[in-house]
């Protein structure tokens, strides 16, 4: 709603939960929300390996181009401090060590025996080396993000300044 790009389109479960489409970029959002308890996304985080395994999927496919896509996760989880998806915050993206967190990912699809994760693993060492560097590249975890219920306060502020008041 508050897109400083040129003719932005929201595309709603189209590619992605959320997609923002312009004539020069294109930005998929996956989200989670936890509800009933506080989460932590932790290096093994299922909310970390679902959302990978439908970008790496999407890549694989040729539905999503990591070099022109902007993949963000937005959770209300917290990134623990020494954890992969700390290195990955939308802070990070200009100063990544893209070949640390590589390693890392891979380190986890080997030694981790999560299996709720498995697809995840599996699809992440699917891509090439490239692939995996531009999909790392690519990617913003905005965590702690707010909840629905505050997403929707802030959303109708957004809209009760962005119309005209008419004579009925």
Same mark, same amino acid.
């Given at each position: 709603l !508050?897109?400083?790009?040129?003719?932005?389109?929201?595309?709603i479960? %189209?590619?992605?939960d959320?997609? #923002?489409?312009? !004539?020069? /970029?294109?930005?998929?959002?996956?989200?989670?929300?936890?509800i009933?308890?506080?989460?932590? +996304?932790?290096?093994?985080?299922? @909310?970390?390996?679902?959302?990978?395994?439908?970008?790496?999927? &999407?890549?694989?496919? &040729?539905? +999503?181009?990591?070099?022109? $896509? +902007?993949?963000?996760?937005?959770?209300?989880? $917290?990134?623990?401090?020494?954890?992969?998806?700390?290195?990955?915050?939308?802070?990070?993206? !200009?100063? %990544? @060590?893209v070949?640390?967190?590589?390693?890392?990912?891979?380190?986890?699809?080997?030694? /981790?025996?999560?299996?709720?994760?498995?697809? &995840?693993?599996?699809?992440?060492?699917?891509l090439? #080396?490239?692939?995996?560097?531009?999909?790392?590249?690519? #990617?913003?975890?905005? !965590?702690?993000?707010?909840?629905?219920?505050?997403?929707?306060?802030?959303?109708?502020?957004?809209?009760?300044?962005?119309?005209?008041?008419?004579?009925?």
């Amino acid at each position: 709603l !508050d897109s400083k790009k040129e003719n932005p389109k929201l595309l709603i479960e %189209r590619i992605d939960d959320v997609s #923002i489409e312009t !004539d020069s /970029s294109f930005d998929v959002y996956q989200t989670k929300l936890h509800i009933k308890s506080v989460a932590d +996304l932790t290096d093994a985080s299922p @909310d970390l390996w679902k959302t990978l395994r439908v970008w790496c999927e &999407g890549i694989a496919a &040729g539905r +999503l181009e990591p070099e022109l $896509t +902007l993949f963000n996760l937005v959770t209300t989880a $917290t990134a623990a401090a020494d954890s992969i998806c700390f290195e990955l915050r939308d802070d990070t993206l !200009d100063d %990544r @060590d893209v070949d640390e967190v590589r390693t890392s990912l891979l380190h986890v699809c080997k030694t /981790s025996t999560n299996k709720k994760n498995k697809d &995840g693993y599996k699809s992440f060492q699917a891509l090439t #080396i490239p692939q995996q560097k531009a999909l790392i590249e690519s #990617i913003a975890i905005q !965590d702690a993000s707010v909840d629905i219920e505050s997403a929707r306060e802030d959303i109708l502020i957004i809209l009760k300044y962005s119309a005209e008041k008419t004579a009925a």
